[in-house]
């Protein structure tokens, strides 16, 4: 059974910063990513990274301020966030495939975490 579970939301100040983690049970992945999603809302695509790290792939409204990163040899992709604004506030959610690419759709993923709490104060 494959699981992906996040670890390190919180809260934290405006401006502040937060490295989110997320490690999968046993194997690594071909392209991970993270979504985002508050209530009443659609998840959203927040950065996605390729086996190699050397695609990634940010949406407009956290490029320059989140850097998505993973390890193979553990099998964990994390999300650093710096300059954090209340309306990053949401859960986070990890998510893996085995299918290679820029992939930024919930569809294209197979395998989801449980999700982890950020909230930003102002």
């Known amino acids: 059974q494959v699981q992906l579970v996040e670890s390190g939301g919180g809260l934290v100040q405006a401006g502040g910063s937060l490295r989110l983690s997320c490690a999968a049970s046993?194997?690594?992945?071909?392209?991970y990513a993270w979504f985002r999603q508050t209530p009443g809302k659609e998840r959203e695509f927040v950065a996605t990274i390729n086996r190699y790290s050397t695609g990634t792939y940010y949406a407009d409204s956290v490029k320059g301020r989140f850097t998505i990163s993973r390890d193979n040899a553990k099998s964990t992709v994390n999300l650093q966030m710096s300059s954090l604004q209340p309306e990053d506030t949401a859960v986070y959610y990890c998510?893996?495939?085995?299918?290679?690419?820029?992939?930024?759709?919930?569809?294209?993923?197979?395998?989801w975490g449980q999700g982890t709490q950020v909230t930003v104060s102002s």
């Open positions: 046993g194997r690594t992945f071909s392209t």
């Open positions: 998510a893996a495939t085995d299918t290679l690419g820029v992939l930024t759709r919930i569809r294209e993923y197979d395998y």
